[in-house]
């Protein structure tokens, strides 16, 4: 262990308690501010109230947004898993011509910017695909959302199969299993958490993505995130805001909790 | 063993080519039913490509494996009645070491009731019933080894492949995991094929061993027949210490410029002036050096025509007892004539 001197232990301290303080305050204000009475939030509170809570809970469009959220989300999440799996098994497992390059395109739309991802598929829909009749709308969101979730389920697979000993299948298969019963017994059950990690992770990424998402809705359809951004230019609609972020501050904990627990369970594992 | 014994494996003309490379060629080896057969040779000889070929993990370029007498050139490895042992073991970590040695049976659908009584005598033979319940990394190396070992010997193969087994183990262990494996391949009766690059290892084990050098072949036969009269040049330098020597001084030995390699225990030191047996052959050199090893001393001798000959002599008299010859001493190396291997 690192010995520190009393001093600088302090100023470490100090550091840590200030950044925890930046990163938190405001996600309390938001908090307390749901229960404020005021039409426009202000400090400090003079009224306390549950009457955005209940106005939030009645809001027919925020239900609609929150379900567009999840749809597309899972359907971002259910092709990233199949593609991202199958890709990284096949540049895991394989030699082929373009391997480098075809690693690369996988990974690329992660780091381009979201306006670029948007732009580029708002002109494929509506330049190209819609002049020869074909209107992806709501789907074509999904598979906007889903080039870059696939790189959550690639990337976590990928390093887990790297760490696989290739002589486990072969054994399993030297044992008289056959090629699936070796991949449902042996294979899956070692990147099952790999699995679950990328695909939550690829959820999220999906429900928070607001750029690429305004380009690519049709018209007229609301994700949470395109919702909560079209409330807060209304400065007297923000209230309900503060409602919903609370709700999803509070259910961010449960992918914490479970990735927290999938790594431990692991790490006893070895 | 009599050569009437049945032929368990039998590679015909077998080649593996990867790219431009030759791994394996063309090939011929039979591996008697009930033997002990091991694969000898450096890295790279090929010798893990032919264990792989007969598993099903390869499949040869040309040429065919016979199982029984059965083609299985290009059977999938689950069916194959030859069960691996691999050198890093392969146990899978998310099962308990009963399920890991049931798992030959569970993929086979063998009823429960047989497949525990099974798992239970086959963790018996191994004397690991205790850890039944563990997972394999609560299991340390010489464990881990047992119980690959029954997981692949519960499904009575009629071929056992073995790769490495050892070669994780300290010497220790090692040692004692050899005379193990031997005992239970005397009980279970089974084919073993074992793959070493440990000429020791070999020796200890086998009932035969093959010889491998750069994808061939170089000699088979039992322990003491690929030791003491080795075919090759490279058999000799492989398996243990050997003094090869070249055709100038097998000129002026024996006539003839055949070179020829003898085994430094073969070798005796005697005076310069001494005479040697008429059965012997011998030579006067000076003691380049002396090697104390424990249960013996070596003797660097080297003289004219190339004369670079080890001689190796047993510490079995009293321990006050100081060498008789050191360095820069004129001496006469001899050895009987029979215990000369020519190569070719």
């Not at chain 1, 890709?87 to 381009?112: E, W």
């Not at chain 2, 009930?34 to 890295?43: A, D, I, K, R, W």
Request: glycine residues 6%; hydrophobic residues 50%; contains cysteine.
């Amino acid at each position: 262990m690192l010995r520190l001197t009393r001093g600088a232990r302090v100023a470490l301290g100090a550091v840590v308690g200030v950044v925890l303080v930046f990163m938190y305050v405001p996600l309390m204000l938001v908090i307390v501010n749901s229960f404020n009475a005021a039409r426009i939030p202000s400090w400090p509170i003079e009224e306390f109230s549950l009457r955005w809570w209940e106005a939030a809970f009645a809001n027919e469009a925020l239900w609609t947004a929150v379900g567009n959220s999840v749809i597309v989300g899972l359907g971002a999440m259910v092709i990233a898993l199949l593609l991202g799996t199958l890709s990284a098994f096949a540049l895991q497992r394989f030699d082929f011509f373009g391997k480098q390059t075809v690693n690369l395109l996988i990974v690329l739309p992660i780091a381009l910017p979201g306006v670029v991802t948007g732009v580029a598929f708002s002109n494929t829909y509506n330049n190209v695909l819609e002049p020869i009749g074909i209107q992806l709308g709501y789907f074509g969101m999904i598979v906007a959302h889903a080039t870059f979730c696939i790189v959550m389920v690639f990337n976590n697979v990928f390093a887990r199969l790297r760490r696989m000993s290739p002589s486990m299948q072969e054994a399993s298969m030297d044992l008289g299993a056959s090629l699936w019963q070796t991949f449902r017994l042996v294979t899956f059950p070692q990147f099952r958490t790999a699995f679950v990690a990328g695909a939550l992770l690829a959820f999220a990424l999906s429900f928070d993505e607001l750029v690429v998402t305004i380009f690519t809705a049709p018209a007229g359809v609301d994700t949470l995130p395109l919702w909560i951004f079209n409330q807060m230019s209304r400065p007297n609609e923000a209230t309900q805001v503060n409602v919903i972020a609370t709700v999803l501050i509070l259910l961010s904990f449960i992918p914490v909790y479970v990735s927290q627990r999938l790594t431990r369970a692991e790490e006893d594992e070895r | 063993m009599a050569d009437t014994t049945p032929i368990a494996v039998e590679l015909r003309g077998v080649s593996k080519r990867f790219g431009d490379t030759t791994a394996v060629a063309e090939l011929d080896l039979a591996v008697r039913s009930g033997e002990f057969f091991s694969m000898l040779g450096p890295s790279g000889s090929g010798k893990t490509t032919v264990l792989r070929m007969i598993a099903g993990f390869e499949e040869a370029s040309s040429g065919s494996i016979l199982l029984d007498g059965d083609d299985v050139t290009r059977s999938a490895p689950f069916d194959r009645a030859v069960n691996t042992v691999f050198q890093d073991y392969a146990l899978f970590p998310h099962m308990t070491i009963a399920q890991n040695v049931a798992y030959g049976l569970k993929v086979r659908k063998t009823p429960k009731a047989e497949t525990q009584q099974r798992v239970a005598e086959a963790l018996e033979q191994v004397r690991l019933a205790h850890v039944a319940d563990r997972l394999p990394h609560q299991l340390s190396g010489g464990q881990r080894q047992r119980i690959a070992l029954a997981r692949a010997l519960i499904l009575r193969p009629r071929v056992l492949l073995l790769d490495e087994p050892l070669g994780a183990l300290d010497k220790q262990l090692r040692e004692q995991m050899q005379i193990e494996l031997k005992q239970i391949q005397r009980e279970v009766g089974i084919t073993f094929i074992f793959v070493t690059h440990d000429q020791e290892e070999a020796l200890t084990l086998s009932d035969r061993i093959a010889v491998f050098n750069q994808g061939r072949v170089e000699q088979v036969g039992t322990p003491r027949e690929v030791y003491e009269f080795p075919q090759t040049a490279f058999v000799a330098g492989f398996l243990g210490v050997s003094n090869l020597i070249g055709p100038e001084l097998a000129q002026q030995l024996t006539g003839s410029s055949q070179p020829f390699t003898v085994r430094p225990e073969r070798v005796r030191v005697l005076a310069a002036d001494a005479t040697p047996a008429s059965h012997e052959t011998s030579v006067i050199g000076t003691i380049a050096e002396t090697v104390y090893t424990g249960p013996a001393t070596r003797y660097i001798v080297e003289g004219e025509h190339g004369l670079r000959v080890i001689a190796e002599r047993h510490n079995d008299h009293a321990p006050t007892d100081t060498a008789p010859w050191s360095r820069g001493d004129r001496v006469r190396v001899a050895w009987a004539t029979e215990h000369a291997a020519l190569v070719p």
